[in-house]
Nanobody, 120 residues
């Protein structure tokens, strides 16, 4: 099937940076869009950033100017570069992909999540 594997999370001081890669693998024929969501304790999961296959991007207002999403279509990988991190960015970050699985159909696939903790 399909797997999304995230990495790069960790503990960082406010003002610091982290880069989250997420690689998709399996019987994938196409990936339409990839994105990053996050969920803080006691809060709903929210969309942080999203990028289409053509490279169009979306950012939630709270991360504009600080986070950058990019993808490598040849490697089926999406990256989230997070700069000027704030304590309110602390959350579990989840990778998401809208993709086509060979001989099966179109699916919305999720990674297992990676913890990002920003200390003040």
């Amino acid at each position: 099937q399909v797997q999304l594997v995230e990495s790069g999370g960790g503990l960082v001081q406010a003002g610091g940076s982290l880069r989250l890669p997420c690689a998709a693998s399996g019987s994938i024929s196409s990936i339409y869009a990839m994105g990053w969501y996050r969920q803080a304790p006691g809060k709903q999961r929210e969309l942080v950033a999203r990028i289409t296959k053509a490279g169009s991007t979306y950012y939630t207002d709270s991360v504009k100017g600080r986070f950058t999403i990019a993808r490598d279509n040849a490697k089926n990988t999406v990256y989230l570069q997070m700069n000027s991190l704030k304590p309110e960015d602390t959350a579990v970050y989840y990778c998401n992909a809208d993709l086509q699985v060979r001989a099966t159909g179109r699916y919305d696939s999720w990674g297992q999540g990676t913890q990002v903790t920003v200390s003040s």
